[in-house]
């Protein structure tokens, strides 16, 4: 069981650390250069390069390390340094489901929202359904809840 226990301490220091050397790195890359040039795509990968640098670290390199290098038969035990970033990281993967889940409830809600607002259907000329939505702002959305590619029942 220590054998596991130490795995786990690693491996979360290993994702804390890389966590915040790579969002530490993201967020002066942000200051030098002009995000307002930058595509949506390319804000989301640098929003999402501190976890996915950080598991991709751990599972990639830490973890087969550890495996290959570390003593199955250790008497090591977990201080309570590696206990703290055991504690933090599950602090951040569990921050990290929170906002995705709460993101994709705000989505549907919001999706909900416009299916009940429709004031009739719009010809856009191309090959799906397509509504008007009155608003008092401008707006221009695509919301997409079927696998078929229709939004709307």
Known sequence: MRY????LAFSAFGFVVANTVISLLIAVLWRTIRPSRWSSRSVFL???LPAMGSASLVL???LPAFWSFE???TTERVGPVLA???IIAGALVAAGLLRTFLSWRDTR???HRWKGAVVGDSNLGIPVRT?????VLPLAALACSSPTGSSMP
């Open 71 to 73: 003593p199955y038969e």
């Open 84 to 86: 703290v970033f055991v």
């Open 60 to 62: 990639g390199l830490l």
């Open 46 to 48: 640098l929003r999402m």
């Open 109 to 111: 809600r919001l999706e």
């Open 4 to 7: 596991l226990e130490m795995g």
């Open 131 to 135: 509504y008007q939505v009155s608003s």
